[in-house]
């Protein structure tokens, strides 16, 4: 299993902060600079590692983000969303790096949409926006506007705290084109594309060796979804131009990778996890989809 770092160990590392529990019961937030997370020139997380809260970083430097399956090279500007689920590693390339970086729980958007349901936070293709010089003045401000509220006095600061951070995360899908299925579906195709969308995603939260994968086929899922698998089949196809196996196939594949990348688990274990019957079978579905066995993969990551 990757490391996992929780609030109480984040702050334990930073210097003249404590942690405490938001009095208000509104979940904690918090702005903490960018160069506070550094010594001597590296992230002091340099491994793969979850976190237990919720994080948008506005970074200024060269940098690599290790983000599930993915890895996004950083030359400036970039605003990165992470959440408790996908582990992930901050590479630091030049010396030179600033900026601000906010840390929330679920708990403190406990008024507004689910946080986990915002895109950016969503997936790896979202979770890293690219910035000119800008547009990171832009997103700068906005993160100095926290910081500054965070100390106030004001008595609904929390409230203002949650729309700065509301902007900055609108602002930041804004930048980037509108992919996958739109919330708002507007045909029968589009809603079953959807809950077939969130049972798939429910199917992957894993977090030890002992979890599996139980729905593996189009039929299970049909099942589940009290539909004809015919009829789950067309409506995907319709809806995303791949069929029911290929986007259970490609999933399976992305969660493949980061297991491969952020654990120490055994490639036995990576299978039975991910629902493979032989270790063997894993070995050539990753094969066929990659041209790298699962212990070539792992060594060059």
Known sequence: MSNFLSLNKLYAQLPGNQFTEDSVGMGHFNIIKVEDLIIEGKAKHTSYSRRSFFKVSLIEGDCVIH?????????????VFTNPIVPYKWEIVSKKQHGYVCVFTEAFFNRHTPIKDYPVFGSAENAVVLL??????????????????????????????????????????????????????????????????????????????????????ASD????????????????????????????????????????????WTIAEIAACLGF???????LFFKAKTNLTPGTFRKSN
């Open 221 to 264: 899922f049909a099942e589940k979804l009290n539909l004809h698998v015919n009829h789950l089949n067309k409506a995907l196809k319709e809806a995303t131009g791949q069929t029911t196996s290929q986007l259970i196939k490609a999933r399976i594949l992305q969660e493949a990778k980061v297991l491969l990348k952020t654990t120490n």
């Open 132 to 217: 000119n010089s800008e547009q990171f003045t832009y997103f700068k401000e906005l993160f100095i506007k926290m910081d500054a509220e965070l100390q106030s006095d004001y008595t609904y600061k929390y409230d203002f705290l949650k729309n700065l951070l509301l902007e900055v995360i609108h602002e930041a899908q804004k930048l980037q084109p509108e992919t996958g299925i739109t919330v708002a579906a507007s045909n029968a195709a589009e809603r079953i594309a959807i809950l077939f969308a969130d049972l798939l995603e429910r199917q992957f939260t894993i977090e030890n060796s002992n979890d599996v994968v139980l729905l593996k086929s």
């Open 67 to 79: 983000y599930a399956d993915r890895s996004i090279a950083v030359n400036g500007h970039a605003l």
């Open 277 to 283: 019957d032989e270790p063997n079978h894993f070995s």
